[in-house]
């Protein structure tokens, strides 16, 4: 079996960031951001996507945390789409609807080379976890999509909890793109009929 796995650092002059990813792991995580609540959301990533994950990071967080956040979409995005190599056998599309209590949440995805974000998420004006502003959430999945090449629909149904609708987002993520990377053995070549992604 060929190992899907992948390694990306990016280094400016606001953040230094490295991530790695097995796509056929078995759910586990370190992930040290400085930023704990994304901590607590990369975190559940891996383990509801069954990704084994390394993410460490710093950044210019003193000023906010919004440089650190759509970096790190941007690498994990380049390290997806590396891990995923030339996606033969893939199933390509992915979908998850997830409860959090009183609140519910789908992921629709298509690993399509294309990106494209549609993010229907509304958290209550000036909505923090902690310290975290949890409008910084949309900059990372655009920054994922973007360097995925993935096509990204996030919609919430409903919800009144600010931490139960990020928690049930980023495990929509995870389930969604867990069952858009995995393997069916039926699946010559790519799953396209132009014969690429």
Do not use: W
């Not at 009183?102 to 990106?115: F, H, I, K, N, Q």
């Not at 999945?141 to 360097?147: E, G, R, V």
Request: glycine share 10%; aromatic share 8%.
């Amino acid at each position: 079996m060929i190992m899907r796995q992948a390694s990306v650092q990016r280094s400016t002059s606001e953040t230094d960031i490295s991530v790695e990813i097995d796509l056929d792991g078995g759910g586990q995580a370190v992930v040290e951001t400085s930023i704990p609540f994304f901590d607590h959301m990369l975190t559940l990533f891996s383990r509801h996507g069954l990704f084994n994950l390394t993410v460490k990071g710093r950044g210019d967080t003193e000023i906010d945390d919004h440089h650190l956040v759509e970096d790190m979409g941007i690498c994990l995005g380049k390290v997806v789409k590396d891990a995923m190599g030339d996606k033969t056998g893939m199933v390509r599309y992915g979908s998850a609807t997830i409860p959090m209590d009183e609140t519910l949440c789908a992921v629709t995805l298509d690993v399509s080379g294309r990106p494209y974000l549609v993010y229907h998420v509304a958290f209550s004006a000036g909505a923090r976890a902690g310290e975290f502003d949890l409008q910084l959430i949309r900059e990372f999945f655009k920054a994922f999509s973007d360097h995925s090449g993935i096509t990204l629909h996030i919609n919430l149904f409903y919800g009144e909890n600010n931490h139960h609708i990020a928690e049930a987002v980023f495990k929509a993520f995870a389930r969604a793109l867990s069952m858009a990377v995995s393997i069916d053995s039926r699946i010559q070549g790519v799953l396209s009929t132009k014969g690429c992604l």
